[in-house]
């Protein structure tokens, strides 16, 4: 049962690959509080048969979208605003990838070009969706743009490699921008740092199923999963959160405030034959 929490609001999901992932589940919960919205993936995501599924079952435009193209990006806007039939009240950036992360490039032995491509699709793209979403003027007064982030911009996670660069960059980005976006149009800008995830996109880092029981050890709420993230988001786009903006905002069950718990210690005891 919804609350109508975006009733009568406009939204853009970037995204929303498999009903795993985080912006799917953004997407289902949107309409269902009452919003339309319309997606935007990579065109090859949106020729899947998933994300047309999607897009049936929501009543939802699908405008495929190279993220790292202002011209796209653009037309994206411009587009959901004419399906839509007005300006923008929300938007989602759910995008990362990092090619070193595929091909097993560990740190200290980085491709550069590779680099260049993740810092641009991970992070870069959120400043381009941004600027053009100002220039624009596509988002009406008290919208709100998330980015999906990871407390490895913070701290050091073996294994998460160029992408912690790339999530602290995103998150640099929501601070400088939002004060513009805010200052100006009254536009909320922010980033959620969400617990590890077995979405598409996450299984690609190295360890991602130890570091998923480790921090659910850790945190005393458990990791939060993507529907639980999803519903976060939506009390981020709605009117109840209009004073928030320029934050990262840690939803992680605890995890990012807890430096050992016992059940992590008892673990880590019997590892080493300790009881």
């Known amino acids: ?21 985080i912006a799917w589940k953004v997407a289902e919960r949107a309409k269902e509080e009452g919003a339309i919205i319309t997606l935007s993936n990579t065109p090859v995501a949106c020729r899947m048969g998933e994300v047309v599924a999607l897009g049936e079952k929501l009543d939802a435009k699908i405008i495929p979208a190279d993220a790292t193209n202002v011209a796209d990006l653009e037309n994206v ?19 990362g990838m990092s090619l070193n992360v595929r091909k097993g490039r560990t740190y200290d ?10 810092l641009d699709i991970s992070a870069i793209s959120f400043h381009k969706m941004l600027q053009v979403a100002y220039k624009m ?4 007064e008290w919208g709100s743009v998330l980015g999906l982030s990871y407390v490895a911009a913070q ?36 980033t959620v740092s969400q617990s590890p995830t077995l979405t598409t996109a996450g299984s690609g880092v190295k360890g991602l199923d130890g570091l998923f ?63």
Request: glycine fraction near 10%; proline fraction near 1%.
């Open 1 to 21: 049962m919804g609350f109508d929490l975006l009733k009568g609001k406009r939204g853009i999901i970037f995204g929303a690959l498999n009903d795993k992932s």
């Open 213 to 275: 029981n480790f921090a659910d050890t850790m945190s005393p709420l458990g990791n939060a999963d993507a529907l639980e993230c999803a519903d976060y988001c939506l009390t981020l786009f709605s009117d109840l959160t209009r004073k928030v903006t320029m934050q990262n905002l840690f939803h992680d069950g605890g995890f990012s405030n807890v430096g050992i718990s016992e059940r992590t210690m008892e673990l880590y005891n019997k590892g080493f034959g300790q009881e």
């Open 109 to 118: 032995d980085l491709d550069y070009n590779f680099l260049n491509k993740t």
């Open 137 to 140: 003027d596509a988002i009406n």
């Open 155 to 190: 701290r050091t996670f073996v294994g998460y490699n160029d992408m912690a660069d790339a999530k602290s960059l995103l998150e640099s980005i929501a601070r400088s921008f939002g004060f513009i976006y805010g200052k100006e149009r009254k536009v909320r800008v922010n």
């Open 77 to 95: 806007f411009k587009e959901s605003m004419e399906a839509l039939g007005g300006k923008i009240d929300f938007v989602l950036h759910s995008i």
